[in-house]
T-cell receptor, first 116, second 114 residues
């Protein structure tokens, strides 16, 4: 149980284009989902927290207009990198929480983004 | 603010041996959770073990166990009978109860040798 999927796993795009990454909780309802960014050989950096049906909460320093997050249902959250630039190239990971009280987050397999 | 420290950037162990990864944290909170996550070369983050701060008993999951010392704010992970598949980056993480922000340590890279 508690499986989270991400799509796509790999994406290469041209500078200036937008890329959408999907995060799905497959066997549970996730009222809260999280988006992280991970640079090589570093820890995870929380970008934003999204709650179903409401606006995402962004961490300090994360541009909300560049990284658009939508959590339209209890099983799906999307991250759209708008007008991507090479510096946005990174590994993006989502996670989902099964419910309050456990605070356990289950992670998706990640999406590797390369902006040319 | 809470912080998590993993002082061992890299560790190595021979197959079938036991290894302990260290983690300390700093908080003034009394109710929280601690986690160990594993990130193998595939980069999929996998939950290894979880500890509730209010529980005195150390959590165990098969070959994985923790030594939770609340007063010392220490949360080490012991891997027994190490296997090649245990080769991964291991992250210690902290979260205050009923909050959203999971705070990670910098990770320990574990290499298991045959």
């Amino acid at each position: 149980g508690a499986v989270v999927s991400q799509h796509p796993s790999w994406v290469i795009c041209k500078s200036g284009t937008s890329v959408k990454i999907e995060c799905r909780s497959l066997d549970f309802q996730a009222t809260t989902m999280f988006w992280y960014r991970q640079f090589p050989k570093q820890s995870l950096m929380l970008m934003a927290t999204s709650n179903e049906g409401s606006k995402a909460t962004y961490e300090q320093g994360v541009e909300k207009d560049k990284f658009l997050i939508n959590h339209a249902s209890l099983t799906l959250s999307t991250l759209t990198v708008t007008s991507a630039h090479p510096e946005d190239s990174s590994f993006y990971i989502c996670s989902a929480r099964t419910g309050t009280g456990t605070e356990t987050q289950y992670f998706g397999p990640g999406t590797r983004l390369l902006v040319l | 603010a809470q912080t998590v420290t993993q002082s061992q950037p890299e560790m190595s162990v021979q197959e079938a041996e036991t290894v302990t990864l260290s983690c300390t944290y700093d908080t003034s909170e009394n109710n929280y959770y601690l986690f160990w996550y594993k990130q193998p070369p595939s980069r999929q983050m996998i939950l290894v073990i979880r500890q509730e701060a209010y529980k005195q008993q150390n959590a165990t999951e098969n070959r994985f166990s923790v030594n939770f010392q609340k007063a010392a704010k220490s949360f080490s992970l012991k891997i027994s009978d190490s296997q090649l598949g245990d080769t991964a980056m291991y992250f210690c993480a902290f979260i205050k109860i009923r909050t959203d922000k999971l705070i990670f340590g910098t990770g320990t890279r574990l290499q298991v040798f045959p």
